[in-house]
Nanobody
Framework: QVQLVESGGGTVKPGGSLRLACKVP???????MAWFRHVPGKEREGVAA???????TYADSVKGRFTISLEYAFNTLYLQMNNLTAEDTAMYYC??????????????????????WGQGTQVTVSA
């Protein structure tokens, strides 16, 4: 099991920006890395994903505002979040899938398809 560690959460005003980071101990040859978010009482939502070919997938709710990237030199996954709104308030989780289902995981962005998870980092958008 891969241990993922998120950082970068915090409180920001509407319209502000945050960059989340997820330290990944190692990457397999083929994989999918993703960000999810969860608000109590709501279903977990896939936010963005990037695969080993650097193809990306975004939820419609964040397209044009969020950017997912992977820095291989530092084994770190990032989520740059711009123009944040109150609806972006949630606990954000980093997830990884390095098994045979990695391609599907990155296309569908369903939490059940990911084997490894971080502990989460809270993002609060409030005036």
């Amino acid at each position: 099991q891969v241990q993922l560690v998120e950082s970068g959460g915090g409180t920001v005003k509407p319209g502000g920006s945050l960059r989340l980071a997820c330290k990944v101990p190692g990457l397999s040859y083929s994989y999918c890395m993703a960000w999810f978010r969860h608000v109590p009482g709501k279903e977990r939502e896939g936010v963005a994903a990037i695969d080993s070919h650097r193809a990306t997938t975004y939820a419609d709710s964040v397209k044009g505002r969020f950017t997912i990237s992977l820095e291989y030199a530092f084994n770190t996954l990032y989520l740059q979040m711009n123009n944040l709104t109150a609806e972006d308030t949630a606990m954000y989780y980093c997830a990884a899938e390095g098994g045979q289902g990695w391609y599907r995981a990155c296309r569908i962005l369903r939490g059940a398809d990911f084997a490894d998870w971080g502990q989460g980092t809270q993002v609060t958008v409030s005036a």
